[in-house]
């Protein structure tokens, strides 16, 4: 089956810690999104990927960093700079022709412990 | 900026009637127009898109675009506690634009 998977679903951090979650899909999805929502937010854009080896910010980009290595694989780390990082992190991807309708992993939610 | 604007609701309806979940957009020049489902704690799942003036249907949902008013609405027909969940609205500008906005979404609450 295609579709987009994100590990873990639960994932805890110590203060100080780095965290990277995981992204991948196997949709043949040139272009992959990373998004925070936070209770009773809409999505936030943090980074966004267009093709292999190319990445660009998006709204909040600031203690997150990513890697696009492989087509199929999206991964984000938050860092330590980011102080407030308890949220619901998902993941998206979409075609870069024609409607560009998004489809969305499960998610990853992170707690600061 | 870009702005996308929902009524947060929540917006109540009894079983069986219309929901009717409007969204609008500040970019004349947008292209696309999506509509998502999100139930607590889940990711959004795609349910309906538009691209040209009109109404569009599939089964019990209808999306329809004024563009020159640029407005989107989504309505459910025979409403069902099942759908009660948050619609979210995303829209994306202009040809080439990669970068959809997302509304902040409706709460949508069918009773019994």
């Known amino acids: 089956d295609g579709g987009i998977t994100q590990s873990p679903k639960y994932l805890f951090r110590k203060e100080g810690q780095n965290v990277t979650l995981s992204c991948e899909q196997n949709?043949?999805?040139?272009?992959m999104y990373w998004y925070r929502q936070d209770p009773g937010q809409g999505l936030r854009l943090i980074y966004y990927?267009?093709?292999?080896?190319?990445?660009q910010k998006g709204d909040i980009a600031e203690g997150y960093s990513v890697s696009r290595e492989k087509k199929e694989s999206f991964p984000l780390t938050v860092t330590s700079a980011q102080k407030n990082p308890t949220a619901f992190y998902l993941c998206?991807?979409?075609?870069?022709?024609?409607?560009?309708?998004?489809?969305f992993g499960p998610g990853t939610r992170l707690t600061v412990l | 900026q870009k702005e996308v604007e929902q009524n947060s609701g929540p917006l109540s309806v009894p079983e069986g009637a219309i929901a009717s979940l409007n969204c609008t957009y500040s970019?004349?020049?947008?292209?696309?127009f999506f509509w998502y489902r999100q139930y607590s704690g889940k990711s959004p799942e795609l349910i309906m898109f538009?691209?040209?003036?009109g109404d569009k249907e599939d089964g019990r949902f209808t999306a329809q675009l004024n563009k020159a008013s640029q407005y989107v609405s989504l309505l459910i027909r025979d409403s069902q506690p099942s759908d009660s969940a948050t619609y979210l609205c995303?829209?994306?500008?202009?040809?080439?634009?990669?970068?959809?906005?997302f509304g902040r979404g409706t709460s949508l609450i069918v009773h019994p």
């Open positions: 998206a991807s979409c075609v870069t022709s024609g409607g560009r309708e998004q489809f």
């Open positions: 949709l043949n999805h040139d272009a």
């Open positions: 990927s267009q093709i292999v080896n190319d990445f």
């Open positions: 970019d004349r020049g947008s292209q696309s």
């Open positions: 538009i691209y040209s003036n």
């Open positions: 995303a829209v994306f500008g202009n040809r080439g634009s990669y970068i959809p906005t």
